[in-house]
Nanobody
Framework: VRLVESGGGSVQSGGSLRLSCAVD???????MGWFRQAPGKEREVVAS???????RYSDSVKGRFTISQDNAGDTMYLQLNSLKPEDTAMYYC???????????????RGQGTQVTVSS
């Protein structure tokens, strides 16, 4: 298993969660990040960090979510604050050479962790 997420759960609107992703050394790539998918909706890359340290966020989460990783790059985190019902989705950590490819089928990804936000 190359990428393993944890930390999902159910919270009320305005609450916070911290997702973690254990990254196997084989899975490490130029770009690491998180994407989400809600039932009936397209995948959305919400946050990414590349090997140059550049961080990107989708407009829908900017200012509320924070991506980080430990110094060794063995664990990646996604801090989710000010959660909204529309953030409800399965969240996946992923690795790819290009950040735009994080949500593609060929990207390396974990099994996902569910985040549910109630109003």
């Amino acid at each position: 298993v190359r990428l393993v997420e944890s930390g999902g759960g159910s919270v009320q609107s305005g609450g916070s969660l911290r997702l973690s992703c254990a990254v196997d050394s084989v899975a490490k790539s130029h770009c690491m990040g998180w994407f989400r998918q809600a039932p009936g909706k397209e995948r959305e890359v919400v946050a990414s960090i590349d090997s140059d340290g550049r961080v990107r966020y989708s407009d829908s989460v900017k200012g509320r979510f924070t991506i980080s990783q430990d110094n060794a790059g063995d664990t990646m985190y996604l801090q989710l604050n000010s959660l909204k019902p529309e953030d409800t989705a399965m969240y996946y950590c992923a690795a790819a050479f290009l950040c735009v490819d994080l949500d593609r089928d060929f990207a390396d990804r974990g099994q996902g962790t569910q985040v549910t936000v109630s109003s």
